[in-house]
């Protein structure tokens, strides 16, 4: 969602992503991955952060490339004018790889039959088409199984020799990387490095191996080969249990999603509040209508234990969320129509976080982002001067002052 130039204080509903954060946290991942490069996984709109701008900001903070999910998202990517390498994973047939990869965006391929989709693409494109090969080294998700990894690596290596496609790289995807100890950690390793060892055998000279997603980054330093793919990390959000946090490289969330209350009411004690009378008040108490419901992405999951914060005060969601509102019973506060409420954000002074919301809805900070709706306006923020071509959608330079989407 686009929004004029206006007062954020006029904002109904918004998603303020600081920019900063994303370049900060991207720099510290790529410290710690040492000398390894960083791709900066920005599928799924950038978690509901904003594809182009989070992209920009992660290669200003020493990404070297990023990473998408679908082709559309990489074909954003292109448009927005990003030169980086972006590789794009998650395509069926018939998936325009003609177009990809003449807009020179990597490929992966998973089956000998990709791999034939893709050559045939770059044979009528007249450019050779840069692939990575995955291997499914225990996740049971994408990647071909082990025993048809000689194969497709054979297969590769003569569609190199025709000069049709590069093998920039083998990659595969860690399953229990957050589990301190899980014996499927190393388990994957040993995998991926035997299919490394065939595509070895076999020809193979990828420029980059890579395994390691957030939580391999953080804590699985032998896992970081020449690549890591962090995503939830360069967001704020370490994905390792919550006691291991103190003593690991610290990030900061970049997401705040906030809102003005729409409606402030005194009512008495006894009074049933939303769909289904779960809550009814306790005494005389003031009720606050906030303008975010599931339509927005809150989690009806979270009802009457969605964490808040009002005028620097912890409240929780009273009642059942709604689809385009929610209950917040503030007892005695002082509050009237229009003062901000903070869902989430860093968690400073006090102040929730999605990690709160996650564990109040019972998923993950991953779930928490991506269901944020266009209702809440994205606006961006960015400190410094320095032109580094991040724009907003409408082609406004994104500077001190915030930028709106």
Known sequence: MTSPVMDMETLQASAVIDLDAIRDNVATLRATARTAEVMAVVKADAYSHGLVPVARAALRGGASRVGVAVLDEAFALRAAGITAPVF???AAPGAPYQRAIVE????AAHSVGQLHEIAYAAACSGQVARVH?????????????????????????DLEAEGLLRV???????ACADEPGSTSIARQLTVFDEALAIAARNGLQPTVRHIANSAGTLSVPQSHYDLVRPGIAIYGVNPMPRELHASMPVLRP????????????RVPAGTPVSYGHTYSTAANTTLAVVPLGY??????????????????????VTGRVC???????????????GDEIVLFGPGDHGGPTAIDWADAAGTIAYEIFTRIGGRAVRVY?????????????????????????
């Open 88 to 90: 794009a994973w998650l």
């Open 133 to 157: 090969l995955k291997v499914d080294t225990g996740m049971g998700r994408g990647g071909t199984a082990v025993d048809d990894w000689p194969a497709l690596t054979l297969r590769a290596r």
């Open 381 to 405: 923020t960015l400190t410094g001067d320095d032109d580094d071509g991040t724009h907003d959608d409408q082609g406004n330079h994104a500077g001190p002052e915030d930028c709106r989407r």
């Open 254 to 265: 970049a997401m705040t999603l906030r809102a003005h209350l729409t409606q402030v009411k």
């Open 295 to 316: 339509a927005d992405g809150i989690p009806r999951s979270a009802s009457g234990a969605g964490p808040v914060q009002v005028n620097g005060r912890r409240h929780t």
């Open 104 to 107: 020179d965006i990597d490929l």
């Open 168 to 174: 920039e790289g083998v990659w595969s995807h860690l």
């Open 323 to 337: 689809m385009d509102q929610f209950v917040v019973d503030v007892g005695n506060d002082d509050v009237v129509p």
